[in-house]
């Protein structure tokens, strides 16, 4: 199969995986599954190697039959995603799905990570694969800030319990920082908590590993960029200086640069 690819200088080659996702495609790791699924075709030919590599100037590729062309000028959204809306580009069971609210955008996008159906606050929408991959991927340690409402008041020793950390299916997490907001009525109180390692559902699993069930959860922030004022179910395209507040804040860094010193 690769035979059939040109090869003219090995220097241009990139992986087919990055190749979608530089083009709007899809993440790199859902590429990998497309490939997988033998759904991309590179010069009239399935390919099914994950590591497969190309010239993208002079080999043709098809994803389901329809030709990758050119890449498309990057596109990078900030949504106030509401609850009760799946963070996915379609949905089997008819729910609604962020998509909905971006049909003024022709361009094909899709969410960085995601939020729980029932989780609200700032997502982060694009057509960048790299970028995507950049936030989402386990090493990249970029913060997310969220703000949860608990069905009680936990004492200063279990907070404490978080900082230091809490073992949950997927492995150990902790919290970078943890912050009272206010006692609200009926003896429920807002805690503001970071986090780094963005397992699934992990504000809720370590609230629980202290005994105290996550009532309203909101997302306000990721690394040094926050959601602002924006109100539920809008957007806006981020600017220069929204993207550099996002990969502004990187604790485990900070702290090898430190022990470097």
């Known amino acids: 199969m690769k035979d059939n690819v040109t090869r003219p200088n090995s220097s241009k080659l990139i992986r087919l995986n990055k190749f979608l996702a530089d083009h709007g495609v899809a993440s790199r790791r859902k590429a990998d ?24 100037e002079t080999d043709s590729v098809k994803v389901k039959g329809k030709p990758i062309v050119t890449k498309p000028q990057p596109l990078y959204f900030v949504f106030n995603k509401p609850r009760n809306v799946v963070t996915s580009t379609a949905d089997p069971q008819g729910r609604p799905i962020v998509l909905d609210y971006f049909k003024k955008v022709r361009k094909r996008i899709f969410p960085v990570g995601r939020l729980d159906w029932d989780t609200e606050g700032l997502l982060l929408m694009t057509n960048d694969g790299d970028f995507a991959n950049e936030i989402t991927h386990p090493s990249s340690d970029i913060t997310k800030t969220y703000h949860a409402k608990l069905d009680g008041i936990p004492t200063d020793a279990k907070l404490e319990k978080l900082k230091r950390g809490v073992s949950i299916i997927g492995g150990k997490v902790r919290a970078v920082h943890l912050k009272r907001l206010n006692k609200g009525s009926n003896k429920k109180d807002w805690i503001e908590i970071t986090i780094a390692e963005g397992k699934n559902r992990q504000v809720r699993k370590m609230f629980e590993k202290i005994g105290f069930s996550v009532v309203k959860l909101k997302r306000v922030s ?3 960029f926050k959601l602002g004022a924006l109100k539920a179910g809008e957007f806006r395209p981020l600017t220069t200086k929204d993207l550099e507040k996002i990969f502004a804040k990187r604790p485990k860094k900070a702290e090898k640069e430190a022990g470097n010193k």
Request: no cysteine; charged share 30%.
């Open 33 to 56: 599954e497309i490939i997988d699924e033998g759904q991309v075709q590179v010069n009239g030919r399935k390919v099914f190697e994950l590591g497969f590599k190309i010239n993208p």
């Open 222 to 224: 990721i690394g040094e």
